[in-house]
């Protein structure tokens, strides 16, 4: 397997496929999942004629299970030591839920400063800020990451059953496909990860406010939400991204929901696959 070891001595695991000249896309995964999630449009993205890479956030996956450094500041750290062990050139990084705030505080504090990133996609992503503030009256009530993190301390493996058979993929809608194998593999990534790491990304993809980050971004940005998304709330997210963007394409996609890059693969693919080739 393949690691690029970070600063603070983290060890963190990627996949990296295709031509080392093509154009880069890297993939950023979501909460509490893995490089893995990712397999469909890595194959999709590569047949194109692109490198791919993928990476485990730390805690997650096949990366170390360290105690400390769940938070979106090392999230962008680790993402940029990916970048600069394979000296990625003209990419662009397209992130899902927590892994959308991964990228918007990697472009705007790394990437971009550093001249590697070309464009960013922004897939039923957490910024700006998830939970209700006085500043954020539209927002998540903490009492509901509050539960997230008693489910997740009294029973992860139940839990982690619960959100992907039920609103994370939308299969608690009524007539909802409901794809076992999605519903496992689901949870075979999650259970994969430290649940510590997990405990505290609560905080860190709910908590975080990255206003400042998007404000910063100049290059083009993509935003993608469904607007069945019962997990994080598209008028609190994708809508206000849009806003705070200076070079932003917005799509809200009709009955869509969090997971939609798995449940509508093709038509995200072949969105993400326009938008880049613009």
Do not use: C
Not at 87 to 112: E, F, I, M, P
Not at 140 to 160: H, M, S
Not at 248 to 267: R, W
């Amino acid at each position: 397997m393949t690691f690029v070891k970070t600063k603070d001595d983290v060890n963190i695991f990627y996949k990296d496929w295709g031509p080392k000249e093509a154009q880069p896309i890297v993939f950023h995964h979501g909460w509490p999942l893995s490089a893995d999630d990712w397999d469909n449009q890595m194959l999709f993205f590569l047949a194109q004629g692109f490198r791919v890479i993928a990476f485990d956030r730390r805690g997650h996956g096949r990366s170390d299970q360290v105690s400390e450094g769940h938070d979106m500041d090392h999230y962008a750290a680790d993402a940029s030591a990916v970048a600069e062990h394979l000296d990625l050139k003209n990419a662009v990084h397209v992130g899902h839920s927590t892994g959308g705030g991964q990228v918007a505080r990697y472009v705007a504090k790394y990437g971009q400063p550093q001249g590697r990133v070309a464009k960013a996609v922004l897939v039923s992503a957490v910024p700006p800020l998830m939970v209700k503030t006085a500043g954020n009256p539209d927002g998540t009530p903490i009492d509901v990451f509050d539960g997230f993190r008693k489910a997740l301390a009294a029973n992860r493996a139940q839990f982690y059953l619960d959100v992907a058979s039920g609103p994370f993929y939308g299969f608690n809608r009524q007539g909802a496909e409901v794809s076992e194998g999605t519903v496992r593999n689901w949870w075979r990534q999650g259970m994969a990860g430290s649940a510590k790491a997990h405990y505290e990304g609560i905080k860190a993809f709910s908590e975080t406010d990255q206003t400042d980050d998007l404000k910063a971004i100049t290059v083009p940005v993509l935003v993608l939400q469904g607007d069945d998304d019962q997990v994080v709330p598209y008028k609190n997210a994708a809508i206000l991204q849009d806003k705070l963007l200076v070079n932003s394409t917005l799509h809200i996609y009709p009955g869509y929901p969090h997971g939609m890059h798995t449940t509508h693969a093709d038509t995200i693919n072949a969105d993400i696959l326009k938008f880049i080739r613009s």
